[in-house]
């Protein structure tokens, strides 16, 4: 084994074992994260869309699942959770779409046992996942009158989106809707916060398991991911200095 490998078999197993230790101790040493503005806001706007029986929208990008921007569309099916269990009560089911068929099984999959955990299986219904369109761009020219039929409230993109995505949250913006945006592609996600008035930025796409209280491991993964970060700075750190002293190894 390479000492490359070596080197990488070692972090994944201090991260597994962290994240195992973290969850075990949540509630000795609970997470304290920072503010995420945006999380905060989206809590607030899914109790109105509940009382005034209008719709939310969850949207897990034009990605597929083959592809290697499929973690953000992964991360949208852990804040689906949320949302039922949030939301399972409205007049106006949840609705997820998506441009890739295998997401949309997933999505389907995650609406059921949503709805199954807070004990609202006869709420469930197979064209809550909806393929809106199989190309990028055939997706987002399907939003527009989506928004308007199914009296969408709370527009939520969390996937990984082209330059479609500054579409898909300009469309929203006109109707005057509540929008949460965040993809993984920064030039997207700048151009999202110049068409949205919620945008996720850098990494806070991947964290909303956390901050939503989906799962005790998503805190313990992102509490893990902390550490290990101060655990590579230290080592670059400490490795600068015993090269401008001299210590050779």
């Given at each position: 084994?390479s000492?490359?490998?070596?080197?990488a078999?070692v972090?994944?197993?201090?991260?597994?074992?962290l994240?195992?230790?973290?969850?075990?101790?949540?509630?000795?040493?609970?997470a304290?994260?920072?503010?995420i503005?945006p999380?905060e806001?989206?809590?607030?706007a899914?109790?109105?869309?509940v009382?005034t029986?209008?719709r939310?929208?969850l949207?897990l990008g034009?990605?597929?699942?083959?592809?290697?921007?499929f973690?953000?569309?992964?991360?949208?099916?852990?804040?689906l959770?949320?949302i039922?269990s949030?939301?399972?009560?409205?007049d106006?089911?949840?609705?997820?779409?998506?441009a890739d068929?295998?997401?949309?099984i997933?999505a389907?999959d995650?609406l059921?046992?949503?709805y199954a955990?807070?004990?609202?299986?006869?709420r469930y219904?197979n064209?809550?996942?909806?393929l809106?369109?199989?190309?990028?761009?055939?997706?987002?020219a399907?939003i527009?009158?989506f928004?308007?039929d199914?009296?969408?409230?709370?527009?939520?993109?969390?996937?990984?989106?082209g330059?479609?995505?500054?579409?898909?949250?300009?469309?929203?913006?006109?109707?005057?809707?509540?929008?949460?945006?965040?993809t993984?592609?920064?030039?997207?996600?700048?151009?999202?916060?110049a068409?949205?008035?919620t945008?996720?930025?850098?990494e806070?796409?991947?964290?909303?398991?956390?901050y939503?209280?989906?799962?005790?491991?998503?805190r313990?993964s992102l509490?893990?991911?902390?550490l290990?970060r101060?655990?590579?700075?230290l080592?670059?750190?400490?490795?600068?200095?015993?090269?401008?002293?001299?210590?050779?190894?």
């Open positions: 084994m000492s490359q490998n070596a080197v078999l972090l994944l197993l201090l991260f597994i074992g994240m195992v230790f973290y969850t075990v101790m949540r509630r000795r040493w609970p304290n994260f920072r503010s503005r999380f806001r989206l809590g607030s899914i109790e109105q869309s009382e029986g209008e939310i929208h949207s034009t990605a597929s699942i083959d592809g290697p921007h973690a953000p569309a992964l991360v949208g099916l852990s804040i959770e949320k039922i949030a939301a399972a009560i409205s106006r089911p949840t609705v997820v779409t998506t068929g295998s997401i949309m997933l389907q995650t059921k046992r949503s955990r807070v004990r609202a299986s006869g219904e064209s809550a996942a909806r809106l369109g199989a190309t990028p761009f055939s997706y987002i399907s527009p009158s928004l308007k199914e009296e969408i409230s709370v527009h939520i993109l969390n996937g990984s989106f330059t479609e995505g500054g579409l898909a949250t300009a469309f929203a913006e006109d109707r005057d809707l509540f929008v949460l945006a965040g993984d592609d920064l030039q997207i996600q700048a151009l999202m916060y068409t949205s008035n945008t996720l930025i850098g806070e796409v991947f964290a909303g398991g956390a939503l209280h989906v799962n005790p491991m998503h313990a509490q893990t991911e902390d290990i101060w655990i590579l700075i080592a670059v750190v400490a490795g600068t200095v015993l090269v401008t002293i001299g210590v050779q190894w």
